[in-house]
C-alpha cells in the first residue's frame, strides 16, 4: 500500500504531462472528450529553432562542463589526500561548505565577470562556472575514494619505478573508475539542470540550454493554448535524463550519498 | 614534493575562488556603490546607503518572510517525508531496487522542466486536481492566484522534488546501521517504535543534520522554482530573495541594491545554518549528558 | 660478526639511522649492516620503528639523520625507484585491477624494457614461483599463499640490489606459515643481495633469520643470532621478548632473576637445596598440556605465577621449585639492564 502511494506520488505527474502531451488542445481545455494527438511534438520539433537544439546545447555544455570538472577534480582530489590531515582537513571544510552553497547567489557576480571576460553567448564557456560550482562535490567523492585506496599500492608503484603520472595513468586511475563515473554523471545532471546562470549568460535563442528555454516556452505566448505544448516540452526535456538514471541509477546513487557522507 | 602537491590543487582551487570568493567580495564592494540606470551603470560609491535602503525597503522584508515560511514548510515537510520514505525503502521488500530508482526520478528532473509541468497541473480549471475537484462537486481551488494558497503549491512542488535526494540520503544512513543493533534490542524486549526512538534516531543523526543543512541552504537560495511556477506572483506573495535580486539586476538594472540583496541573503543563510548547526551541536551533546 | 665497517663493504649499512616526525622519534640512531646473502630480521612489538626503518630503507620516508649505504654507494636521499630495492608489503600491495602477468610485468613495460626481454624475464619467474597456472587471474580470485607468491615474484624479477620483506606472513594462517617458511628462506637467500625481513613473530625470526636485530621505541636493543638473543639477552626486554613460554621473572627486591621455564625444576615441598642452587617454596595452581610436554604454573607467594616445562606433569598441591644459580639471568629490576656475571654457564 505505502509502495504503491509511493509510485503514484513519484510517477504520478509525470505521467500526466505524458498524457497531457498527446491530447489535442480542445481535450485539454474540456472542450471535446477524446483526441489524441502528436501535433504538439511536431511544433516543438519544427519551431525556430527547433527544440532538440536546446537538448544539444545542453548536451554540449553538459559533456565539457563534465570533462573539464574532472579534469581539475583527480588531481586536486589526489593532492587532498597525500598532503597531510591538517591542511587537508580545513581545505575540505571549505569545499563541503562551498557544496552546499545556493548558486543561485553568485549570479551577478558571475555575470559581470562573463561581460569583463566576453564570455557571455558563448555556449562553451558557461562549462567555466559550471565546473566551478560541480569542483566541490567532484572533490569530495574522488577525495574519499583516493582514500579508499591503500597507498601500499601506490608505494609499490614507487618502488618499481613510476612517475607520479604513471602512478595515476596505471595504478590509480583504473581503480577510481567507479567514483569518476559518479562524479561525472553527477555534474552532468548539474550542467543539464542549472537555471540562473545561463538565463543570465544566454540571450541568443539558438544558444539556450534545456532550463532557461523552458522558462522562455513558459513565458511565451506563441501558443494559443500551449499547455499540450508545454508537456510535450516537459516530457522532452525530461526523458534523456530518465534514460540517463534509468541507465546509470547505481553509480548516480553511489555518488549521490558518498558525496553527501563524506562532506 | 610538497610544493608538487599544492601544484596539483592549483587549477582547482583557483577556479574555485574565482567562483566562490571572488563574487562575494565584489559583492561586498558593490554593495557600497550605486551602479544603476540612473548613474549610467558606472558604479560611484555612496557608502552605506544601499545598506539603509535594504533596512527601510519593505519589500525586502517581506520577501524574507515569504522565503523563510517557504523554507521551513518545505524543508521539514521533505525531511518527514523523507525520512518516512526511507524507512519504507529500507524493509526487504520485493522491488526495492526499482522503486528506489523510481522515487529518484523527480530530483534528476530539471527544476525548469517539472517546474512547467506542475504549472499545468496547478491548472484552474483544467489540471488534474481541479477536475478531480470539480468532479465532486466543489469549487476549483485557485492554486496559482490565491496568495494565501499559492505560496503551498510552491512548497508543494519543492517537496515533490527533493524529498526523493532526503530519502536517499537517509537510507544511506539506515542502512548503515548494523542490524545486530535491532537484534539485540528486539531481545531486550523493545517494540517497533522503541526501538525507531532510541537506535534509529540518534544514529541517524548525522545524515539528518546533513540532509536539513544541505537543504536548508538550497531552500534559502530557491529561485528557478518560483520564477517559472509563479514569477513571484499573485501580488509578490511568493516572491523570494533571489528572485528579488534578480529583479533587481536584469529588471531594473540596479546591480548596486540586488548585490545588497544577495549579500543579505547569504547573511541570512549564514544565520540560519550556523544557528541549526549549533542548535543540533548543543541538543546532541544534552541527550548524551542525559543518557 | 665485526661491529666495525669493512673498508668496501658491499651489503646494506644503516649509519646513526634516524626519524622523527613533530616531536616523535620512529627510529633512534640506528646502526647495523646486512652482508650479502644474509637475511637480517628486524623483530619488536608494533610501534617499535621496524616498519618505519623498512621504509626508511625503501625510500618511502626521508631519514631525519643519518646515512644509509648499500653496495658502498650513498642512498639516504635517492627516490625509492633509484635503489634498486625490491619490497613485499603486508598487504602484498598486488594491482586489484590487473592480472597476475600485467602485475609482474608494468614496471618492466614502464621502464621500457623490449617486449621479448620482458616475456622471457616473465616466464622464469612464473615457473620458478609455480604461478605458471595462474598468470590470467585477478589478485581477489587468488588465495592468500598465491597472493603472496605473486608479491615475492614482482619483488624478483625488478632483480634486486636489496630485498625488503614487511611481514609478509601475517596474512597467512598458522599452518601455511610453518610450511612455507624453510621455502621462503631458501628463495632468499637464493637472490645473494642483502635481505631485511620485518616481523613481530619471534618464530619467524627465529626459523628464516641469520640475524635478529630487537628494536623497541625506535632504538636497537640487540643485534645477534636467535641463540644469542635467547641465550645471552642484553636486558629484560629482549629476554622477556624471545622464547615461548616466555621467561620466568622472579622477584629479588633491586633485582629480578630471569630463568627460561625449561630450566625451572620441580621437586617435593621441603626437599633440601644442594649447593649451587636456589628453590622457593609454591603451589601447582594448573597445568597446560601440550603433548610431549607440559607447563606448570606455579604459585609462590610474592611472585607473579611461574611457569615451568617439563616432560612429566607434578602432582597437586605444594612443591618446591628450584634452578641451578648460574642459569639465572640477573637484571636491575627498575631499568631492567641486565646486570654483569649473571647466566654465563648455559647448557646447551
Not at chain 1, 534509468?246 to 563524506?262: M, P, V
Amino acid at each position: 500500500m505505502a509502495r504503491l502511494l509511493l509510485l503514484l506520488w513519484s510517477l504520478g505527474p509525470m505521467l500526466w504531462q505524458l498524457v497531457s502531451s498527446l491530447r489535442t488542445s480542445d481535450a485539454l481545455s474540456g472542450l471535446a472528450s477524446g483526441g489524441w494527438t502528436l501535433e504538439h511534438y511536431r511544433q516543438l520539433l519544427q519551431g525556430d529553432p527547433p527544440f532538440l537544439t536546446y537538448l544539444l546545447n545542453s548536451a554540449v555544455v553538459g559533456v565539457c562542463s563534465t570533462a573539464l570538472t574532472l579534469a581539475l577534480a583527480v588531481p586536486c582530489a589526489y593532492a587532498l589526500t597525500r598532503i597531510g590531515r591538517r591542511q587537508a582537513r580545513s581545505l575540505t571544510l571549505l569545499v563541503a561548505a562551498a557544496a552546499a552553497f545556493p548558486a543561485v547567489l553568485l549570479f551577478l557576480a558571475l555575470l559581470e565577470l562573463a561581460r569583463d571576460w566576453h564570455l557571455a553567448n558563448q555556449l562553451l564557456a558557461l562549462s567555466l562556472p559550471y565546473a566551478g560550482l560541480c569542483l566541490p562535490l567532484a572533490i569530495l567523492l574522488l577525495q574519499a575514494a583516493f582514500a579508499d585506496i591503500p597507498i601500499e599500492l601506490e608505494e609499490a608503484a614507487l618502488i618499481e619505478g613510476m612517475g607520479l603520472w604513471q602512478r595515476l595513468r596505471w595504478v590509480l586511475l583504473p581503480l577510481l573508475a567507479p567514483a569518476m563515473a559518479s562524479s561525472a554523471l553527477l555534474v552532468f545532471l548539474f550542467s543539464w539542470n542549472e537555471y540562473p546562470i545561463a538565463l543570465t549568460w544566454l540571450s541568443r535563442t539558438e544558444l539556450l540550454t534545456l532550463a532557461p528555454a523552458m522558462a522562455r516556452i513558459a513565458g511565451s505566448s506563441v501558443y494559443t493554448i500551449p499547455y499540450g505544448a508545454f508537456a510535450a516540452a516537459t516530457v522532452l526535456g525530461s526523458a534523456p535524463l530518465i534514460a540517463l538514471m534509468l541507465l546509470f541509477q547505481r553509480q548516480i546513487i553511489s555518488g549521490l550519498t558518498q558525496g553527501a557522507i563524506k562532506g | 614534493m610538497r610544493w608538487r602537491l599544492w601544484l596539483l590543487m592549483a587549477p582547482a582551487l583557483a577556479l574555485l575562488l574565482a567562483v566562490f570568493a571572488v563574487p562575494l567580495l565584489h559583492y561586498l564592494w558593490l554593495s557600497t556603490q550605486a551602479q544603476s540606470v540612473l548613474t549610467g551603470l558606472l558604479p560611484e560609491p555612496i557608502g552605506a546607503q544601499q545598506w539603509l535602503r535594504l533596512w527601510n525597503d519593505s519589500r525586502f522584508w517581506q520577501d524574507t518572510w515569504q522565503t523563510l515560511r517557504f523554507s521551513a514548510a518545505s524543508v521539514s515537510l521533505e525531511m518527514l517525508l523523507g525520512l518516512a520514505i526511507a524507512l519504507l525503502l529500507d524493509q526487504p521488500l520485493r522491488g526495492r531496487g526499482v522503486l528506489r530508482t523510481i522515487s529518484l526520478l523527480p530530483w534528476a528532473l530539471p527544476t525548469t522542466v517539472m517546474a512547467l509541468g506542475w504549472r499545468w497541473i496547478f491548472n484552474d480549471p483544467y489540471g488534474p486536481i481541479n477536475r478531480l475537484v470539480a468532479g465532486l462537486g466543489l469549487p476549483a481551488i485557485p492554486f496559482l492566484s490565491n496568495p494565501a494558497i499559492t505560496w503551498m503549491a510552491a512548497v508543494g512542488a519543492d517537496t515533490w522534488k527533493t524529498t526523493p535526494f532526503v530519502a536517499l540520503l537517509l537510507l544511506a544512513g539506515l542502512q548503515a546501521i548494523p542490524a545486530d543493533l535491532y537484534e539485540a534490542a528486539a531481545l531486550e524486549g523493545a517494540t517497533p517504535w522503541q526501538s525507531l526512538r532510541r537506535i534509529t534516531l540518534p544514529l541517524l543523526t548525522p545524515y539528518l543534520l546533513i540532509a536539513l543543512l544541505f537543504r536548508l541552504a538550497q531552500a534559502l537560495g530557491v529561485f528557478d522554482l518560483i520564477q517559472v511556477l509563479t514569477g513571484g506572483g499573485p501580488a509578490g506573495s511568493t516572491e523570494s530573495l533571489a528572485l528579488y535580486a534578480y529583479l533587481n539586476a536584469m529588471r531594473f538594472l540596479d546591480f548596486g541594491y540586488s548585490a545588497t540583496l544577495l549579500l543579505g541573503s547569504f547573511a541570512i543563510l549564514l544565520v540560519l545554518c550556523g544557528a541549526a548547526a549549533l542548535l543540533w551541536r548543543g541538543n546532541s551533546r544534552l541527550q548524551g549528558a542525559l543518557r | 660478526m665485526s661491529s666495525s665497517t669493512p673498508a668496501g663493504f658491499m651489503g646494506l649499512e644503516l649509519c646513526a639511522l634516524s626519524r622523527q616526525v613533530g616531536s616523535h622519534t620512529l627510529v633512534d640512531q640506528l646502526s647495523l649492516q646486512v652482508a650479502p646473502g644474509e637475511i637480517l630480521a628486524l623483530l619488536g612489538p608494533s610501534g617499535c620503528g621496524k616498519s618505519s626503518t623498512l621504509r626508511l630503507i625503501a625510500g618511502l620516508d626521508r631519514a631525519s639523520s643519518g646515512e644509509i649505504r648499500l653496495g658502498g654507494r650513498v642512498i639516504t636521499a635517492l627516490a625509492p625507484a633509484e635503489r634498486q630495492v625490491a619490497m613485499v608489503f603486508q598487504s602484498y600491495a598486488l594491482f586489484p585491477h590487473l592480472s597476475v602477468e600485467r602485475n609482474l610485468s608494468l614496471g618492466m613495460e614502464l621502464r621500457g624494457l623490449a617486449k621479448a626481454e620482458i616475456q622471457h624475464q616473465l616466464e622464469q619467474v612464473l615457473a620458478l614461483m609455480q604461478l605458471e597456472g595462474l598468470r590470467q587471474r585477478k589478485p581477489a580470485e587468488l588465495s592468500g599463499g598465491q597472493r603472496q607468491r605473486v608479491a615475492l615474484a614482482r619483488a624478483l624479477i625488478r632483480r634486486p640490489a636489496l630485498f625488503l620483506l614487511d611481514e609478509p606472513m601475517s596474512n597467512l594462517d598458522a599452518q601455511l606459515r610453518d610450511n612455507l617458511r624453510a621455502e621462503l628462506r631458501t628463495l632468499l637467500r637464493s637472490t645473494g643481495v642483502p635481505v631485511v625481513y620485518v616481523t613481530h613473530d619471534q618464530h619467524e625470526a627465529m626459523g628464516l633469520a641469520d640475524r635478529i636485530a630487537v628494536l623497541r621505541e625506535g632504538r636497537l636493543q640487540q643485534l645477534g643470532t636467535a641463540e644469542t638473543l635467547y641465550r645471552d639477552p642484553t636486558n629484560r626486554f629482549v629476554a622477556r621478548f624471545l622464547g615461548s613460554p616466555s621467561i620466568n621473572l622472579i622477584e629479588r627486591g633491586e633485582e629480578q632473576l630471569g630463568l627460561r621455564p625449561e630450566l625451572l625444576e620441580l621437586a617435593e615441598a621441603g626437599s633440601p637445596v644442594p649447593q649451587g642452587w636456589e628453590a622457593l617454596e609454591g603451589e601447582l595452581s594448573h597445568r597446560e598440556w601440550l603433548g610431549d610436554r607440559v607447563i606448570s604454573h606455579v604459585h609462590c607467594p610474592g611472585q607473579a605465577s611461574l611457569k615451568v616445562l617439563s616432560r612429566e606433569a607434578p602432582a597437586d598441591g605444594a612443591l618446591q621449585l628450584r634452578w641451578r644459580q648460574a642459569h639465572a639471568l640477573r637484571f636491575e629490576a627498575r631499568s631492567g639492564k641486565r646486570l654483569p656475571g649473571s647466566g654465563a654457564a648455559h647448557p646447551s
